[in-house]
């Protein structure tokens, strides 16, 4: 029997798995978005649909759920007529902390990398 080649250690592919799992539960545009503008407190949909500026209804609603699904937010709703539904980040949310803050970070020093190489760059007409 011919011998299977193995590509990458066991470290890199349990790496790799562990990056998968992440980008599945964060993946898309506006995940991270949703929790930063909920990290100032608790929102009604329409407040976020307004904060976030482009977002659809429905895309905003999807967002949502998946992330009360992978309990981020928790879905609150109150017997008032009309009914009132609140969305709070939840305790274990801020386990995403780190991660925001590395990718303002980053975002802050690509943004104002590629501004200077643009100066930089002669006009062509």
Request: hydrophobic share 40%; with cysteine; charged share 30%.
């Amino acid at each position: 029997m011919a011998e299977e080649k193995k590509y990458g250690s066991e470290t890199c592919r349990s790496a790799m798995g562990s990056v998968k799992d992440a980008l599945y539960v964060l993946s898309g545009k506006w995940k991270l978005p949703l929790i930063i503008a909920l990290r100032e407190g608790p929102r009604r949909f329409n407040e976020l649909q307004k904060e976030l500026v482009d977002i659809t209804p429905k895309v905003l609603s999807k967002e949502l759920r998946e992330l009360e699904l992978n309990e981020f937010v928790v879905r609150k709703v109150f017997n008032t007529v009309p009914v009132t539904v609140i969305y709070e980040i939840t305790p274990y949310s801020a386990s995403v902390n780190p991660i925001i803050e590395a990718l303002k970070e980053w975002g802050e020093q690509h943004r104002e990398r590629i501004v200077r190489h643009r100066k930089n760059e002669p006009v062509t007409v």
